[in-house]
């Protein structure tokens, strides 16, 4: 994905006050990823590219008041002047880079926006997608809905096609008291009767094992195109979402990329203790997405 994604398209990189974010910057440039322009107090991005003796000789510096909202509308506003194809999370607290990008005057659209993980996991044989497990905290089965169809439309774009969807729950059995399981009853059925996206299976639900595992399936009775082949897993919630996903990051040694979807542009939400890597393969995704629009 990141040799596929090499491109001059310009990203924002929205208050790149830390180390990290810094040295993604020079990694993203050296991979020839994108034109990387910062977004922040020019003072203070100088003062930290020089202690960690980076040069940014050749980088643009949009330079904001040492504010991080400010920062982030200052990034919406060249995103809406067509100065922008991505946006990608500096040293920020994620409330104060989404708050301005989801206001009414920001960059919202018709769509819900969520949140697409893509995992590299070393006893999967395939790239395993997650959502949503950063954006949508308790989402009804009509906001699930709309999350599967961002992520499969992200999915189709990244050439990732004939897709297997899970949806997870703690049981596979349809319990009245959980939720998960109804608002996945009711998905799969309206899929069934009216395919949410075309050339897609969605099955569930399923328990983490039975998705993951064709024989944990076979063994509990469950027999299904979907167990043990996965392309996608739709969680219950975010809570489930976001600790699967840390479980593969520290349990697991998994790599992962990951990408707002339904805004005006793709957005890499990083966390500020994800590796360079990580970040660098977060922003090959989005450039992906923003290479192959809707």
Do not use: W
């Given at each position: 994905?990141?040799?596929?994604?090499k491109s001059?398209l310009?990203?924002?990189?929205?208050?790149?006050l830390?180390?990290?974010?810094?040295?993604?910057?020079?990694?993203?440039?050296?991979?020839?990823?994108?034109?990387?322009?910062?977004?922040?107090?020019?003072?203070?991005?100088?003062?930290?590219?020089?202690?960690?003796?980076?040069?940014?000789?050749?980088?643009?510096?949009?330079?904001?008041?040492?504010?991080?909202?400010?920062?982030?509308?200052?990034?919406?506003?060249?995103?809406?002047?067509?100065?922008?194809a991505?946006?990608?999370?500096?040293s920020?607290?994620?409330?104060?880079?989404?708050?301005?990008i989801?206001?009414?005057?920001?960059?919202?659209?018709?769509?819900?926006?969520?949140?697409?993980?893509?995992?590299?996991?070393?006893?999967?044989?395939?790239?395993?997608?997650?959502?949503?497990?950063?954006?949508?905290?308790?989402?009804?089965?009509?906001?699930?809905?709309?999350?599967?169809?961002?992520?499969?439309?992200a999915?189709?774009r990244?050439?990732?096609?004939?897709?297997?969807?899970?949806?997870?729950?703690?049981?596979?059995?349809?319990?009245?008291?959980?939720?998960s399981?109804?608002?996945?009853?009711?998905?799969?059925?309206?899929?069934?009767?009216?395919?949410?996206?075309?050339?897609?299976?969605?099955?569930?639900?399923?328990g983490?094992?039975?998705?993951?595992?064709?024989?944990?399936?076979?063994?509990?009775?469950?027999?299904?195109?979907?167990?043990?082949?996965?392309?996608?897993?739709?969680?219950?919630?975010?809570?489930?979402g976001?600790?699967l996903?840390?479980?593969?990051?520290?349990?697991?040694?998994?790599?992962?990329?990951g990408?707002?979807?339904?805004?005006?542009v793709?957005?890499?939400?990083?966390?500020?203790?994800?590796?360079v890597?990580?970040?660098?393969?977060?922003?090959?995704?989005?450039?992906?997405?923003?290479?192959?629009?809707?």
């Amino acid at each position: 994905m990141i040799e596929e994604a090499k491109s001059d398209l310009p990203l924002g990189v929205v208050y790149p006050l830390s180390a990290p974010a810094l040295e993604t910057v020079f990694d993203l440039i050296k991979r020839q990823l994108c034109t990387p322009i910062l977004i922040g107090p020019k003072k203070e991005i100088e003062e930290l590219a020089a202690i960690e003796e980076l040069s940014l000789d050749g980088i643009q510096i949009v330079d904001t008041p040492k504010d991080p909202i400010l920062a982030t509308k200052k990034a919406v506003e060249m995103v809406k002047e067509g100065k922008l194809a991505v946006l990608m999370k500096g040293s920020l607290h994620t409330e104060d880079l989404m708050g301005p990008i989801v206001h009414r005057d920001g960059l919202r659209t018709d769509k819900r926006v969520s949140h697409l993980f893509l995992f590299e996991l070393a006893r999967y044989h395939k790239l395993l997608g997650v959502t949503d497990a950063v954006v949508n905290i308790t989402p009804n089965a009509q906001l699930k809905r709309e999350i599967l169809a961002n992520s499969l439309d992200a999915l189709k774009r990244l050439s990732i096609s004939n897709v297997k969807v899970a949806i997870i729950a703690a049981t596979e059995v349809i319990n009245p008291a959980m939720s998960s399981t109804t608002d996945a009853k009711e998905i799969v059925d309206e899929h069934i009767a009216h395919p949410i996206f075309p050339d897609t299976i969605i099955e569930g639900p399923f328990g983490f094992d039975n998705a993951i595992s064709a024989q944990s399936a076979r063994t509990k009775g469950i027999y299904s195109k979907v167990a043990g082949d996965p392309d996608l897993l739709l969680m219950p919630d975010l809570q489930v979402g976001n600790i699967l996903y840390k479980s593969f990051v520290y349990m697991a040694g998994a790599e992962c990329a990951g990408t707002i979807l339904g805004a005006q542009v793709p957005i890499t939400l990083t966390s500020r203790s994800d590796s360079v890597f990580s970040r660098v393969a977060s922003t090959a995704m989005a450039i992906l997405l923003a290479k192959n629009p809707q």
